[in-house]
């Protein structure tokens, strides 16, 4: 396949005065990349990777225009003249690989912490009405705060203008500040921002009217959700409304559609949607915006593979595609689409654990399949190695077979061992989970560049010092791996106790079960998930204040609203110590208070991992150079494995 496969996707889009070379678009989304509170190094190079991978056009994520949104964390702020160089050089560096660049305008309202210096203070709203998230209760606008923000919206799109960007696009989408005035929940005003339609409208209208006449004949448009799925969110017909009025009055160019709101759990879920969602998903949704308005419509919502974009355009449903996390995982994925290389894209799994995931844990953006993304000015590419040395990787999990590719891919000769039939270690067992398939593409795409690469790739091959003495190897990374781990459990003979990886490889278990999560991820939730939906009953004891205590906030929100649908009991703050035949007997973590449930065929451990050391130990005082990655290492989770495996690719 190639570019005419894709006729639609790699087709040109006139708006305006701009042309954007083809369809892909990168969405606006928080990086943390920011540098006291404008585009640095870090910024500029992760996007400037997208316009080099050929996306047709990036949106800058939003940036503060009004002090009363400040926080501490590492976002953009247009409030000084200050930024306009940082967003030009930005936009140069954009410009300068064809591609084209809007900035975003944003306010969060009452759906925000706002934490300055560790404290929270005010945050401003329409109406003093809280949200389900964050648990802020906001202050009431005053009348003539909310004319300060109009002016205030303005006076930062002109910067944006006068930096080059091509665009500027208000941030309406997701519950936040411009949605709140819609919305005639959140919306309880008496004056004129507030009571009738017309009145709700009237402060995005003024702020879109005042960043009209500053950005001239640049592109305005706004992203707005289709609805917020949520308990007092917007609703279809209230969105659709207030687009059509939009319309009607010429008061933007486009619109950016999506789905959700940040304001709660449930809508937050869609904000960045997991691999539990199908792809395009919100495309309907779309397509109905773009009949009802007539307007060009843009799209995003686990879009990651160029065939089902072309589909979403074929169908009418909209202009452009957000392919946001597909660039994360691989910023080269358009231009590799366009030259028919399908099956050299990383395609991303939707795990979100290291793009929001690191945003929620105040870090960085990045990916764990493509390390790079969002370290591109830290660590750019090497030249080939001087000389081809001979590298063996042991272990042929992640990690490893990260750490095969990369060595290979800058020169030399590497071997891979794997001690079993299959190269991919515990994402073969992640993929078995209920919704979780979509993470065995981890494994494919890691596969695929080890192909590119030309690794030599040995099964059924498990290393030991004989065998690295006789291949006298300059180098052996390590990537052996964990085995489970066994806590001692009192009674464990007179029950029926099995572990989380055998369940998966297919053991058997008894009608009503209790699961022992000590992890907090996604092996005791899933696990409880496909027992449930296989006729079992379920307990799933916790050691953590909540199930799926470490995992990425989205992906933990949805799959307790899966559990709970199930019937699934959630015990917290508990700890398995004993078993007694057919009775469990567990540990409150804080108060210390026995918790026991009887009736209880059997007990699964997921009990965490011990990392595999004997072949650290075996290769103790081997005159090579021993690398270790991953979970042999320490165990923790595939980004760890992969980022430790690209690293000593780059080292070895």
Request: hydrophobic letters at 45%.
């Amino acid at each position: 396949m190639t570019a005419a496969s894709f006729p639609l996707l790699f087709s040109p889009l006139q708006l305006g005065k701009v042309e954007i070379r083809n369809r892909i678009l990168s969405t606006g989304h928080q990086t943390f990349l920011a540098r006291d509170g404008i585009p640095g190094e870090d910024l500029i190079a992760y996007h400037a990777a997208r316009a080099a991978g050929g996306a047709g056009l990036i949106i800058v994520e939003s940036a503060r225009f009004h002090a009363s949104s400040f926080t501490d964390y590492p976002e953009l702020v247009v409030t000084e003249d200050r930024a306009i160089p940082a967003y030009r050089a930005l936009a140069q560096a954009v410009h300068r690989h064809g591609a084209r660049i809007f900035g975003q305008l944003s306010h969060s309202g009452r759906v925000s912490k706002r934490v300055r210096g560790g404290l929270r203070e005010v945050a401003f709203a329409p109406s003093a009405v809280p949200d389900n998230r964050f648990h802020t209760m906001p202050r009431e606008m005053p009348t003539a705060m909310v004319e300060e923000l109009v002016e205030a919206c303005a006076t930062a799109a002109g910067r944006l203008a006068e930096a080059g960007l091509d665009g500027v696009e208000l941030l309406a989408s997701h519950g936040l500040l411009f949605a709140q005035f819609l919305n005639p929940r959140t919306n309880l005003r008496t004056d004129r921002y507030g009571g009738s339609p017309e009145n709700r409208l009237r402060f995005l209208v003024e702020c879109l009217a005042g960043a009209r006449r500053a950005v001239g004949d640049r592109l305005l448009g706004l992203r707005i959700s289709a609805e917020e799925l949520e308990e007092g969110g917007l609703e279809v017909g209230e969105v659709i409304a207030a687009c059509q009025a939009l319309a009607a009055m010429g008061a933007v160019d486009y619109l950016n559609v999506t789905t959700g709101s940040m304001a709660g759990q449930g809508g937050s879920i869609h904000v960045v949607p997991p691999m539990g969602y199908a792809p395009a998903y919100v495309a309907p949704q779309a397509g109905s915006l773009r009949a009802a308005t007539g307007l060009p419509v843009f799209v995003a919502g686990r879009i990651n593979q160029p065939q089902t974009a072309e589909a979403v355009l074929r169908a009418g449903q909209a202009d452009m595609i957000g392919m946001t996390r597909a660039m994360i995982s691989d910023p080269d994925m358009a231009r590799k689409a366009q030259a028919g290389r399908l099956d050299e894209i990383r395609a991303c799994i939707a795990c979100n654990q290291a793009c929001i995931g690191h945003f929620h844990a105040g870090y960085g953006i990045s990916c764990i399949q493509h390390p790079v993304s969002g370290r591109e000015a830290k660590l750019k590419p090497l030249p080939p190695v001087a000389r081809a040395a001979t590298i063996l990787v042991a272990g042929g999990g992640p990690g490893g077979m990260k750490a095969a590719a990369t060595a290979a891919e800058r020169g030399h000769r590497v071997i891979l061992c794997e001690a079993s039939p299959r190269l991919g270690g515990q994402a073969l067992l992640a993929q078995l989970l209920p919704e979780r398939a979509e993470f065995g593409g981890l494994i494919t795409n890691l596969q695929q560049e080890l192909t590119a690469a030309g690794v030599e790739i040995r099964l059924n091959t498990p290393v030991d010092r004989p065998l690295v003495e006789r291949l006298a190897p300059d180098a052996v990374i390590i990537a052996t791996g964990a085995q489970p781990y066994e806590p001692v459990i009192e009674g464990r003979e007179d029950g029926h106790v099995v572990g989380a990886w055998a369940v998966l490889q297919g053991a058997n278990t008894g009608a009503r079960v209790l699961i022992a999560d000590w992890r907090a991820d996604w092996v005791g939730m899933g696990l409880a998930e496909r027992l449930v939906l296989d006729g079992h009953q379920v307990t799933l004891a916790v050691n953590a204040p909540h199930a799926g205590f470490n995992l990425q906030l989205y992906l933990r929100s949805q799959w307790i609203g899966r559990l709970h649908r199930l019937g699934v009991e959630v015990v917290t703050d508990a700890s398995l110590f004993g078993v007694d035949g057919t009775t469990a007997y567990l540990r409150h973590a804080t108060s210390g208070a026995p918790i026991i449930r009887e009736g209880v065929d059997t007990v699964v451990l997921a009990t965490g991992h011990a990392s595999e050391t004997a072949l650290e130990q075996a290769l103790a005082g081997l005159s090579c150079t021993v690398h270790m990655v991953g979970d042999c290492l320490a165990p923790r989770s595939a980004e760890e494995a992969i980022y430790e495996g690209f690293l000593a690719g780059r080292e070895v």
